[in-house]
């Protein structure tokens, strides 16, 4: 239950022709305390709850449980999430031993691109597509509960 992530900027479009799957993501935060969040996603035809901890200081470790739920409930729980809901299309590419979600942004955070790849270890290492851009790991601001609140368009 504790993720281990690295986030990029994405410095091209070439990972939409790499991507071997993409899906469109809508999310919204009932809690975007920085001690603790509480996201509502739909994803595909699935909704989900999601409770992430505090980060660690390097930004790499939280703990995250997640619940799939219904539609409906995903959707009634949107309506009661704190104003500036997202929306972004999830690209997967599977590069090396790693697959990278990359996440480009609509609305007011339309022109902002990110990806992530997961780790079994803070430590471990990964092959780095050419995509891949400037490191923003650990930096709040690229954070989706914070782009909620203050979107890239309003830097």
Not at 7 to 20: G, Q, R
Not at 26 to 49: A, C, P
Not at 83 to 93: A, M, N, P, S, W
């Amino acid at each position: 239950m504790i993720e281990i992530e690295r986030k990029f900027l994405v410095n091209s479009e070439a990972f939409k022709t790499e991507a071997y799957n993409s899906y469109a993501i809508k999310q919204g935060f009932l809690n975007s305390d920085k001690e603790r969040t509480v996201r509502v996603r739909l994803k595909k035809e699935v909704g989900y709850i999601t409770v992430k901890g505090k980060s660690t200081s390097n930004g790499l470790s939280r703990f995250e449980w997640e619940k799939e739920i219904t539609i409906t409930e995903a959707e009634s729980l949107l309506k009661l999430c704190e104003q500036g809901i997202i929306d972004k299309t999830r690209y997967e590419v599977k590069f090396g031993n790693h697959t990278f979600e990359i996440d480009e942004f609509y609305g007011d955070n339309e022109g902002l691109v990110i990806a992530e790849v997961e780790l079994n270890s803070e430590s471990e290492s990964f092959k780095r597509p050419n995509w891949l851009g400037k490191e923003v790991t650990g930096d709040p601001k690229y954070y989706n509960s914070q782009l909620s609140k203050k979107a890239y368009n309003k830097w």
